[in-house]
């Protein structure tokens, strides 16, 4: 079938993208769901720094490459041997959300409960290709474009691994359900499952997009005593606070560090960095005290390092964790946090900024990347 999408042809192209266009809406051949796989209309795909970090190049991915990894939509097809995964039956009508990395179910992460960490998945979004290596999307004149991280949601409709969607309640509107499969994923799931913060902690949010506040949804949620939001933005702090934030620090500020040490008597049990920058990271370091946990989400170039003075690890009894789509199991944790929604603890409706056209989006990526944006939803 044919299918509108937006394509990227090349990394590294330069703001504003208004003017240079990194992504083209084509007109590509889609094909029918292969034996574990199922077709979706997609209703809706949100804007997210990971898309951002592929144009830009910090995150190199074959070209070119059919956009969009968080999304919502209605099952259209189911191929052969796709219609029951664990027990979840899937049919034509059903309502998903998108998860950006398939788990084959077999491999050692896997198997241990982890499938974040799935070496398949993992090896299949390197490559551009589904879950079975396969690849759906063909220009009309038969050039292979590239599936992102096995979604590709900037799009009228996908062609994807039955591991890499998630059924939901048909209740739930799908332009907020999009929210469910990364921003929410990830930051409630740093804070819930990476770091596992108990009721009563303290702790620090560093990078206020929709990742970072879904971490301080998360936060809130689980009942911190003290919650410090951090970032660059007076008004994304302003909203932190609206969100409940107990204090907000600009990072800009040449004592930020300090600032927190002295809001929080020497610093916060739990510092999550969001941002994907190694300074972010340094800062949240800084701020943890003596036996506390780091916990990063963020997506830093390749290249980037950090320094870190080793012996603060161990005579201090510090915990420096990475946290990859919120250490989630998603067949679980999807439903549990749109429960979560539904009850008023995880408002994740308020981390919309607004909805666009697919031809406006890179007009929405300009604002993203302007940081004037928290969470825009492409409404298909």
Do not use: W
């Not at 208004?18 to 804007?47: F, M, W, Y």
């Not at 951002?52 to 910090?58: D, F, R």
């Not at 596992?196 to 303290?202: E, L, Q, V, Y």
């Not at 920058?277 to 963020?298: C, K, N, W």
């Amino acid at each position: 079938m044919e299918i509108k999408a937006a394509v990227l042809n090349a990394m590294g192209v330069q703001a504003p993208y208004a003017e240079s266009k990194p992504l083209t809406i084509e007109t590509l051949n889609l094909d029918e769901p292969g034996p574990g796989e199922v077709l979706v209309r997609i209703k809706a795909a949100g804007l997210c720094h990971s898309d951002l970090s592929v144009i830009n190049g910090n995150r190199p991915r074959p070209m070119p490459m059919a956009l969009g990894h968080e999304a919502s939509g209605i099952v259209e097809a189911v191929g052969p041997s796709a219609g029951m995964v664990g027990g979840d039956e899937l049919k034509p009508g059903d309502h998903v959300v998108f998860v950006f990395v398939p788990s084959c179910g077999h491999c050692e992460p896997c198997t241990e409960g982890r499938p974040a960490l799935c070496e398949p998945g993992a090896a299949a979004n390197g490559a551009g290709t589904l879950l079975s290596g396969a690849n759906r999307l063909r220009r009309l004149d038969g050039t292979v474009v590239n599936h992102h991280l096995g979604v590709s949601g900037f799009a009228e409709y996908a062609t994807v691994s039955r591991h890499s969607v998630v059924k939901i309640d048909p209740d739930l509107p799908l332009v907020e359900a999009a929210l469910f499969g990364c921003a929410v994923l990830t930051g409630v799931g740093a804070v819930i499952n990476t770091a596992r913060m108990p009721a009563g902690s303290s702790a620090a949010v560093i990078g206020l997009g929709g990742v970072g506040l879904a971490a301080l949804l998360g936060a809130v949620a689980a009942g911190a005593r003290t919650v410090v939001a951090i970032d660059r933005s007076d008004k994304k702090l302003e909203f932190a606070r609206e969100l409940g934030a107990t204090a907000a620090v600009n990072a800009l500020d040449t004592d930020a560090a300090q600032q927190v040490l002295d809001i929080t008597g020497g610093g916060v049990e739990y510092a999550f960095d969001l941002t994907g920058a190694t300074s972010a990271l340094e800062l949240a370091y800084r701020i943890t005290r003596r036996g506390g946990t780091t916990v990063t989400a963020g997506l830093p170039a390749p290249t980037a390092t950090m320094p870190l003075a080793p012996v603060t690890l161990v005579a201090e009894e510090r915990t420096l964790k990475g946290s990859y789509i919120g250490t989630a199991v998603p067949s679980r944790d999807i439903p549990r946090y749109v429960q979560l929604y539904r009850r008023g603890l995880l408002p994740v409706d308020r981390l919309l900024t607004g909805t666009l056209d697919l031809k406006d989006i890179n007009e929405g990526f300009d604002r993203l990347h302007a940081g004037q944006a928290i969470r825009q939803v492409v409404e298909l």
